[in-house]
C-alpha cells in the first residue's frame, strides 16, 4: 500500500478551512489545518508534507511571506504551493507565483476546480534536481518533442525552427507543464547578455511561437492578468 499523503491548510476563515479539508479527506489525504503562517512554517518544517494550501490574508503571517520562507529551506522548497486568494487580485497572484507558489484557487470556487488544482499540484510535486537536468529531451504525447541539447523541436514529426530565445521561452514553459510563469520569471530565466527583453516583447514572442507550432500553437495557454503556461494536454 502507498503511503497516504498529507496536506497543511493553512486558512483562518473556519469555513473556507473546513470545506478544503472535507474535499481533500474525501480523497483520502491526511489534512493538518492551521490559522497561523507562523505554525504552518513551523508544521512544514518538522513534517513536510505533500501539498501545502495557503490563504494569502492571514492574522499573523502574511501568506506571501509563508511562502517565501518555505522557499528560502531545502526541506520545505519542493512542497508544492496552491494560493488561495480573493478573485480579481492578480497582483497578489503574480507576487505568489514569483516568490514559488506553484498554482492558485480564486474564492469562491467550486469544489470540482478546487480539487482538480489540488491534485495537479500533489501530482506535479517539483522534481528533484537530477530530473530537471538541462539536457531533457521533452516528448509530450507525442505531438511536441524538445530536445535541448540539440535545440530542435518538432511537431507532428516536423522540424520547427525556433530562435535561441523562443527556444528557451517554450523550454522553460514546456518543462513544467501547467504552472503558470509569469512575464518577469520568463524574463530572468531567458535573458542573457545578448537578449534583453521586456515584457511586451514576451507577448510578441509567445506570439511567434504560437504561429511556429503551428497545430500545436495552443500548448501555451494566456493566464489573463498572470502569464502563461503550457497545457498539460497537448494536441496535434
Ligand atoms: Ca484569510
Not at 134 to 155: C, F, K, N, P, T
Amino acid at each position: 500500500m502507498t503511503q497516504a499523503r498529507t496536506a497543511l491548510v493553512v486558512e483562518d476563515e473556519p469555513e473556507i478551512a473546513e470545506l478544503v479539508m472535507f474535499h481533500l479527506q474525501r480523497e483520502g489525504v491526511e489534512v493538518t489545518t492551521t490559522r497561523s503562517g507562523r505554525r504552518a512554517l513551523e508544521l512544514a518544517r518538522q513534517n513536510p508534507p505533500d501539498l501545502l494550501v495557503l490563504d494569502l490574508m492571514l492574522p499573523d503571517l502574511d501568506g506571501l511571506e509563508v511562502c517565501r520562507r518555505l522557499k528560502e529551506h531545502d526541506e520545505t522548497k519542493p512542497i508544492p504551493v496552491v494560493m488561495l486568494t480573493a478573485r480579481g487580485s492578480e497582483a497578489d497572484i503574480v507576487a505568489g507565483i514569483e516568490m514559488g507558489a506553484d498554482d492558485y484557487v480564486t474564492k469562491p470556487f467550486s469544489p470540482k476546480v478546487l480539487m482538480a488544482r489540488l491534485q495537479n499540484a500533489i501530482r506535479r510535486r517539483t522534481p528533484t534536481q537530477s530530473q530537471q537536468s538541462d539536457s531533457v529531451l521533452i516528448r509530450l504525447d507525442g505531438a511536441l518533442v524538445l530536445d535541448r541539447e540539440r535545440h530542435v523541436v518538432s511537431a507532428s514529426g516536423a522540424a520547427i525552427s525556433l530562435t535561441i530565445t523562443e527556444f528557451e521561452m517554450l523550454f522553460l514553459l514546456a518543462k513544467r507543464p501547467g504552472f503558470v510563469r509569469t512575464r518577469d520569471q520568463i524574463i530572468a530565466a531567458v535573458h542573457g547578455p545578448l537578449t534583453v527583453l521586456s515584457q511586451r516583447t514576451i507577448d510578441v514572442h509567445v506570439t511567434a511561437i504560437r504561429r511556429k507550432l503551428g497545430r500545436c500553437g495552443g500548448a501555451i495557454e494566456t493566464v489573463r492578468g498572470v502569464g502563461y503556461r503550457f497545457a498539460e494536454e497537448v494536441r496535434a
